[in-house]
């Protein structure tokens, strides 16, 4: 296993303040992402998706009418617009301008403005086809992948110009398992996406089994129940990554804090889960259902960014030209 360790180094002269605000940019931005992706869920949740008919006015006007279902929507599109595409637009070109040198920051930044940009025309797209159920899980699919891109932002930005310290001995498979356990993740919350949109939320009403049977019928029952059997096997493999994590006491701190925080939110997740099934699927449940999901994913994929060993090459950047300038 991999025993070296890693220290933070110095930014690059005349880089050190706009590392610290490409710091600041990158986290806010995921912190916006993360409370866009719960309003969005407020939206499935309150049937608001189509509180504005139209796209990208609200009943064509720019300030919604004051109807509930339309302010829950418009809230949900105001905070896309005004707070989380600044913030990414920001952090893509602070880097553009000052970190392009570094390919993982660039590359990163890049790919956050063409997720949001497709994040916002599929919303589009799922409004004016009247939120289809294929199209209102892609948007959702989207929106996790938009925010776990803004997650490797952050953790490529606060690991920015780490070097290593010591020989790293042998190989270490946890990165590799980690990326997978993002992938199982991934999957799972694509599952929970489907039975939103399918509107087989409320097929079963009881918990853990369906009505009390293991084995279901109709195609509803069929597919709430394929949720929660996943959540099993894939929670059954999650918690082996995050005892892997937190236990390796070779792993860098931020990897072992992560892996238990990711551990206690993913049981908070069940537990949430499986009240909002028992006290007959209330709004604030169902709402906080999903923002426990995202918070799990948002860890998880923090964790395996972390996980990832400095490469010599990585951890020496050159300051850019226009930093060089201004140095």
Known sequence: MVTAKYAPSPAPTGQG???GWLKCLSLAAVLAAFLLVVLGGIVRVTGSGLG????????GRLVPPLEFTAI??????FT?????????LAAAALVWVRFRTNARLLLLASLSVVLLLGQAALGGVTVLQELPPAIVAAHLALAQAFMACLVLLAVAAFRYGEVPQGEAV?????????????VALYVLLLSGAFVTASGA????????MCRGLALTNGPLSHIHMLHREAALIVGLFLFYVYHLAFRGRQRPPSVRRLGMAAAAAFVAQVLVGALTVLTGFPIAMMALHLAAASAVW???????????????RAAIQRPSAGSSAHA
């Open 17 to 19: 303040a706009a590392l």
């Open 52 to 59: 504005c008919p139209d796209w990208p006015l609200c009943h």
């Open 72 to 77: 829950i929507e418009y809230t949900h599109r």
């Open 80 to 88: 896309a617009s005004v707070l989380v595409s600044p913030l990414v």
């Open 170 to 182: 042998g190989g270490d498979s946890f990165p590799r398992l980690a990326v997978m356990a993002v």
């Open 201 to 208: 939320t409320a097929a079963c009403l009881s918990w853990p």
């Open 298 to 312: 948002v860890v998880t994929v923090a964790m395996t960014g972390f996980s990832f060993p400095v490469r010599m």
